[in-house]
């Protein structure tokens, strides 16, 4: 298998811009994180999602991030309109009824 | 809430030693714990997965323990090596604020094996 797939790995953009973060899960798993690590307060789960429902959002910082999951193999992180503290590593994790959790390579995003 | 600590922050041991890494949670009542790998500019590797009801699970060099009742979960690596050196963080699976299942993660111990 290979593994959880995110997208971009890297990006750059100006504030007020609009962010979409794109993840691939491990075909089978039924869960889905969305996590967010800084220097300052490591990582955050943002929301998690069971069978492509969300089941916590009461991660996600404010209106400005949304997520969604349309179907059992892909799931967006958006962020719109982006601000520069929103600058970090987004992971997406995928897992089998809650057991090991598998971790994507992140998406490093920097505002300016 | 359930918080998570781990210590030391920061370790830097010679090749060959013996090492412990400590994490500590506040709430017992937990589904499982976790222990992951960082190495810079990469993702976390899953290393262990201990379930509640087990005391410890062990692969290769590495082993966990956990003591549910004290919160506390130990990683043991043997005969550390160069390639041991990366971040590891401990992660608590439990029941959020929601009620619903959540992991909070440490903040991580930064090892460093010199060789």
């Known amino acids: 298998d290979a593994g959880v797939i995110q997208s971009p790995r890297h990006e750059v953009t100006e504030m007020g811009q609009e962010v979409t973060l794109r993840c691939k899960p491990i075909?089978?798993?039924?869960?889905l994180f969305w996590y967010r690590q800084t220097m300052m307060r490591g990582l955050e789960l943002l929301i998690y999602?069971?069978?492509?429902?969300?089941?916590?959002d009461s991660g996600m910082p404010e209106d400005r991030f949304s997520a969604k999951m349309p179907n059992a193999s892909f799931s967006t992180l958006k962020i719109q309109p982006s601000e520069p503290r929103d600058s970090a590593v987004y992971f997406c994790a995928s897992s089998a009824s809650g057991n090991t959790i598998y971790f994507g390579e992140g998406s490093w995003l920097t505002v300016v | 809430k359930q918080e998570v600590t781990q210590i030391p922050a920061a370790l830097s041991v010679p090749e060959g030693e013996n090492l412990v890494l400590n994490c500590s949670f506040t709430d017992s009542a937990i589904y499982n714990l976790q222990w992951f790998r960082q190495d810079p500019g990469k993702g976390l590797t899953s290393l262990l997965l201990?379930?509640?009801?087990?005391r410890e699970q062990t692969s290769g060099r590495l082993n966990a323990s956990l003591d549910k009742s004290s919160g506390r979960s130990t990683l043991y690596i043997a005969a550390s090596q160069p390639g041991d050196s990366a971040t590891y963080l401990c992660a608590v699976s439990s029941p959020g604020d929601t009620g619903r299942r959540a992991l909070t993660f440490g903040s991580g111990t930064r090892l460093q094996v010199q060789p």
């Open positions: 999602f069971n069978n492509n429902v969300p089941i916590d």
């Open positions: 075909s089978g798993h039924d869960y």
């Open positions: 201990i379930q509640s009801s087990q």
